[in-house]
Structure formats: C-alpha cells, structure tokens
C-alpha cells in the first residue's frame, strides 16, 4: 500500500515547510494543493474575471492545466508560475475562489490523479477530510495566530513580497473565518488526525513526530 501523509491546517502553521521537510526525509513526493487553487487565482486575475463571476471561474478552472514538478515547480499551462502565484493579489482572492464548490471538485481531481500510485505527503484544508479520507496517516497543524502571522510575514520578506505584518495578520484572520466555514471542503478538526501544535517546534521536531508514528505503524505491520 502507498503511503499517504495528510496534513490539514490552517494559513501559516507550518504545512507547506513540514512537508518539504517530510518529502526529504521520507522520500516522498510533495503535492502542494494549495498551489492548485493559487494557479487559478492567477488565471482569473490574468483574464480579468470579476470574482463574482461564478460561471467563467468553473469554466477556468475546466480548461487549466497544472503540473507540480519535484523540485517545487508550479507550472500553469506549461509556464512557471511558482514565484508569481504567491503575489498579494493572488493571495487576497485566493480562499473565496477555493470556496467554489464546482472549482474544488475539479482540483480534488487534478490532486488525485497527480498522487495515484505514489508515496505521497499532501497538505492543504481538506486533505484528511475531503481529498484522501482514507489516508493512512493524518495530521492537522496549528499554531498560535500571532506565530503563524509572523511566519507568513517573514516568508513573504524572503520572497520580495510587499505585504506588512499587519496586512499579513488579518489577511490570516479573515482566511481562518473563510477557510472554516466553507460549504465544502472546511478547514475541520476531526478524532482520526494527530494534533501538533507547531508554535514552539521546530520543523525537526515536526518530522520527528511524524517519522515516529509511520515508523511505529511499519514495524507493527512487520510483527504480524
């Protein structure tokens, strides 16, 4: 059986770092589903689609094609995208556009096929719940709002994107409300994930829990 690491979460705990670390470390394949929904963030800005324009947003996400690459690589319609899906604008549409029901169908389905038959750590809102019920192994990140803001405000300085703290902070407050109320795909705590709070870890210490509980369950299935 393949292995599948599930990591939900909310904006700025650390899933996006956790699983480049578990993708090192464990040797898998790194599927970043947020990415998926930045990539049609950025075509609607791209075509000017208003963002009440339900229909011409499901007919974009229809007809785009998206490709993740080992090296972290986004491609949308063949053109690297990687740096530009991650612009303030592209972040500030992004929650409204994933709380399309028909646009999420769709990228579960991008998300699927581009983990079939491979050992696979995936991150997002609804990976545990929606996307891969069934996965072996499910965790759900959290943090403090003000360490995530932090985190979040710190990255887009590394990445030369001109956002302050502030904007940073409640851009994380208001994705927070969007992402736990969606009418499908909700970001939802639920009794099968392991809880880690991240404020305090190091990513380390994160790919430590982690390795601990797959290596536990891979000797248990050896012993019997």
């Known amino acids: 059986m393949n292995i599948i690491v599930a990591i939900d979460g909310p904006a ?21 589903t947020g990415a998926t929904y930045r990539c049609v963030a950025l075509k609607i800005l791209r075509e000017k689609v ?6 011409k947003i499901i007919d974009l996400a229809k007809n ?17 995208v990687t740096k530009e899906i991650r612009s303030k604008e592209v972040t500030s549409i992004v929650s409204p556009i994933s709380s399309i029901v028909e ?7 991008i998300q699927r096929k581009i983990a079939e038959g491979k050992d696979v750590v995936m991150e997002g809102r609804d990976i545990t719940t929606v996307v891969f019920p069934n996965a072996p192994y499910k965790f759900y990140l959290d943090a403090s709002i003000e360490a995530r803001a932090k985190r979040r405000y710190k990255e887009n300085q590394e990445k030369g994107i001109d956002m302050t703290y502030e904007e940073v902070y409640e ?20 009794d099968d994930q392991i809880y880690i709070d991240t404020t305090n870890l190091t990513v380390e210490d994160e790919v430590a ?12 299935e050896n012993d019997r």
């Open 171 to 190: 851009n994380i407050k208001a994705r927070d409300y969007n992402d736990m109320h969606k009418e499908v795909g909700s970001l939802t705590r639920t």
């Open 12 to 32: 700025g705990s650390g899933k996006g770092t956790l699983a480049k670390a578990l993708s090192q470390k464990l040797n898998l394949v790194n599927i970043d």
């Open 64 to 80: 785009i094609s998206i490709n993740l690459l080992t090296d972290g690589t986004v491609l949308m319609d063949g053109e690297d």
């Open 50 to 55: 208003d963002i009440n324009e339900k229909e």
């Open 209 to 220: 829990i982690i390795e601990k509980v797959i290596k536990g369950d891979r000797n248990e």
């Open 103 to 109: 646009v999420r169908e769709i990228l579960v389905n």
